[in-house]
């Protein structure tokens, strides 16, 4: 899997960082787990037997950034520490607080990669767990110390519109939904299959930016699409579609702000890299 995400100058991290994780459902992977699941997750694997880490110091102004997995290793290119913690820890990126100091305003290159036994055929791992391995490469190579936590925070409630929604849901058996994103120029599209209120509300929380609750009521699966497009500084000129109206329109849903628990992942120390 490769969670590639160039990013141009005027878009803010934020919004590229919820992309990357984004891309981690690309392959119709249900959404995410939560750091609770990805703590024990880790505890149960090896650890990466080869470890590379280096500041990137790519000199030109440009923001290329590159996270990927395969089977057996997991590399990330000209990425900050706070997306990569993202990425191990199941994430976004209002969860996370706490990293600060020299660590903070820098990228990095990551590699990571798992040897077969006796110099054999490596294990092919999930994109799961690959992500997982990297919470100890975290605590090994940043010295990364971090508790979770409940915080009240800013949140959305997903609403019913007066009109009711504009979605059909099946009341059939319950099986494993998916959800995928993709981006096309400045349209982005989430695309749901089997899909529970659970599932839009995971893929709506990436797409925001900020923990979605289902305030709804609604159940059963179903089938949609939803589609917006990028307000970025850097996109050309034309009509803008925002999420927000993008809800309203084509689901019959409404985005209200609310506040509301939300897990965290509060670092309680972190630092600079040691040499490889």
Known sequence: MNLHSPSKPGRPLSFVAAI?????????????????QSIALAATL??????????????????????S???????ATNVPLKTIVEVAYDLRDDQIFGISGPVSSVNF?????????????????SD?????MVIPLLADRFHLKAHLQTKILPVY???VLRGGPKIQFSQAELKAG???????????????????MADL????????????????????????????????????AGPVLSVFTAVQEQLGLKLQPGKGPVDTLVVDQVAMPSEN
């Not at 891309?23 to 609770?36: I, L, N, R, T, Y």
């Not at 290159?109 to 791992?125: I, N, R, S």
């Not at 959800?179 to 899909?195: L, M, P, Q, T, V």
Request: aromatic share 6%; glycine share 10%.
């Open 157 to 159: 409630d997903l609403v």
């Open 201 to 236: 509300v995971s893929g709506l929380s990436d797409g925001v930016g900020r923990t979605v609750i289902d305030k709804t009521g609604l159940k059963g699966t179903s089938d949609f699409t939803l589609k917006w497009t990028d307000d970025a500084a850097d996109a050309p």
């Open 178 to 196: 998916s959800w995928n994103s993709n981006r096309s120029d400045r349209e982005i599209s989430f695309n749901f299959k089997g899909a529970t």
């Open 46 to 67: 090896p650890a990466y037997d080869v470890v590379s880490v280096k500041q990137n110091k790519t000199s030109d102004g440009s923001f290329n950034m590159d996270i």
């Open 128 to 132: 799961k767990q690959l992500q997982a």
């Open 109 to 125: 290159d990551v590699e990571a990669k798992v040897l077969g036994p006796d110099g054999g055929t490596p294990p092919k791992l």
């Open 69 to 75: 997995d395969s089977d057996d290793r997991f590399t």
């Open 20 to 36: 990357v994780l984004c891309a981690s459902v690309a392959h119709g992977q249900p959404g995410h787990s939560g750091p609770a």
